[in-house]
């Protein structure tokens, strides 16, 4: 019985993730910044619900839902901004009051479904993403992006942080472009996905165990 318990809890995740921040972060409906500027619209799709990042083997998995369907506003676009450990000296918001959201990273994600990673340490180049690895389906819209582009700067990837915030495209590229952030102040943790192997391997030594200390206690 406290082995199927265990098993249960390892599956669901709770006990594999090496943060304790992750999942999925929720941000309220309607907290545009004050900041936007008074040109921008006020649509749902510049307004984010709900956000995650997660890694999931040597892929990212970038998710948003915002509160309207994906390309209600032509001028609109998302980036997440990740701290893969150099955030701290590399770029932040402390112009707008925010200096807890930091990042050395950006993805870039278009609503005609594409996508670029930019490294802001100067390492290496812009990163395109394949065709196919931004979708959108109604409020939704994710991107799949390989570890490949994401180098470590310091954290390892299941430590990595980031913060989400669409833009609007309709003025000169500055923060006044920026309509909110999820989380609101800080950065979040990445979410470690296991893998259906690595379970796999899991369950295996968690019942090789139990069947060696069956059998010394038989003894």
């Known amino acids: 019985m406290r082995l199927?318990?265990?098993v249960m809890t390892l599956m669901s995740g709770s006990l594999l993730s090496p943060t304790l921040t992750a999942g999925v972060v929720t941000d309220p409906i309607g907290d545009f910044l004050p900041t936007l500027t008074s040109l921008a619209p006020r649509a749902g799709d510049l307004d984010v619900v709900s956000s995650q990042v997660s890694l999931i083997g040597n892929n990212f998995l970038f998710t948003a839902t915002l509160n309207a369907p994906i390309n209600t506003t032509p001028e609109a676009f998302y980036v997440w901004g990740l701290d893969r450990g150099a955030g701290a000296t590399t770029a932040n918001f402390t112009s707008l009051g925010l200096p807890n959201?930091?990042?050395d990273a950006v993805l870039i994600v278009q609503n005609e479904g594409t996508g670029v990673v930019n490294d802001l340490t100067g390492i290496n180049p812009p990163a395109s993403l394949a065709a196919g690895a931004v979708t959108s389906s109604g409020n939704t819209i994710q991107a799949?992006?390989?570890l490949s582009f994401l180098p470590s700067r310091g954290l390892s990837a299941g430590q990595y942080k980031w913060n989400l915030w669409p833009r609007w495209g309709g003025i000169a590229f500055s923060d006044a472009q920026?309509?909110?952030f999820a989380p609101n102040a800080v950065d979040a943790a990445v979410d470690v996905v296991p893998e259906p192997s690595t379970v796999l391997l899991l369950f295996a030594g968690?019942?090789?165990m139990a069947i060696v200390r069956?059998?010394?206690h038989a003894h």
């Open 101 to 103: 959201i930091v990042f």
């Open 178 to 180: 920026i309509s909110d």
């Open 4 to 6: 199927t318990i265990l």
């Open 214 to 216: 069956s059998k010394s």
């Open 206 to 208: 968690i019942a090789g």
């Open 144 to 146: 799949l992006v390989p």
